[in-house]
């Protein structure tokens, strides 16, 4: 899973450093543009069709409930699903996006989506692991992973230390958080 962190990780960080995003977030930013999550995603999935690892990846694949943990939705369709080149043919990582300019809010939706994906049950394809990507406006970084973890207490979800990450986004107003 760590791996699979890493990766990812590396992604995001990349993502976020090119000057085109920066630019864009910029714009968001000076302008109090809302609702700029689907841009965020088509962005990305650019992005990831660019990359040099050259990875496989997919948008909104369906991955099945356990229908004992869910009773109510079949499906859940993480905004992105990625294989690196060279992992194990159908072994993928899901990944969702949230967007508030509000940490604490942004962290509940992301909170959300993790309860989401612990329903997901083993289906046609392999989900390795699964991820949320957040991004809000600047906080300190201290009282972001303060949020996260008192958050996660009360919701008694138990997330990985090694595998949470939180970075300001050079230039911009903004921090993502990714576990």
């Known amino acids: 899973m760590y791996k699979d962190f890493e990766y990812l990780s590396l992604l995001v960080e990349e993502f976020f450093a090119?000057?085109?995003?920066?630019?864009?977030?910029?714009l968001i930013s000076d302008n109090n543009i809302t609702g700029w999550e689907?841009?965020?995603?088509?962005?990305?999935?650019?992005?990831?069709?660019?990359?040099e690892s050259s990875p496989e990846w997919w948008r909104e694949w369906p991955a099945e409930y356990d229908y004992r943990k869910e009773k109510e939705?079949?499906?859940?369709?993480?905004?992105f699903i990625i294989r690196k080149k060279g992992w194990r043919l159908e072994s993928f990582i899901a990944l969702e996006f949230k967007q508030h300019p509000d940490a604490g809010a942004c962290i509940n939706n992301m909170l959300s989506d993790v309860e989401k994906i612990n329903k997901v049950r083993e289906s046609e394809i392999n989900i390795r692991s699964m991820?949320?990507?957040?991004?809000?406006?600047?906080d300190a970084k201290k009282e972001i992973h303060e949020k996260i973890h008192s958050?996660?207490?009360?919701r008694d979800i138990e997330l990985n230390k090694e595998c949470v990450r939180v970075k300001y986004i050079q230039n911009t107003d903004y921090a993502y958080m990714i576990f």
């Open 18 to 26: 090119k000057s085109r995003t920066k630019r864009s977030l910029k």
């Open 73 to 79: 939705h079949s499906f859940l369709k993480p905004d």
């Open 131 to 138: 991820w949320v990507l957040g991004v809000t406006n600047r």
């Open 151 to 154: 958050r996660c207490t009360s």
């Open 38 to 51: 689907v841009w965020l995603q088509v962005e990305f999935a650019y992005f990831l069709a660019e990359h």
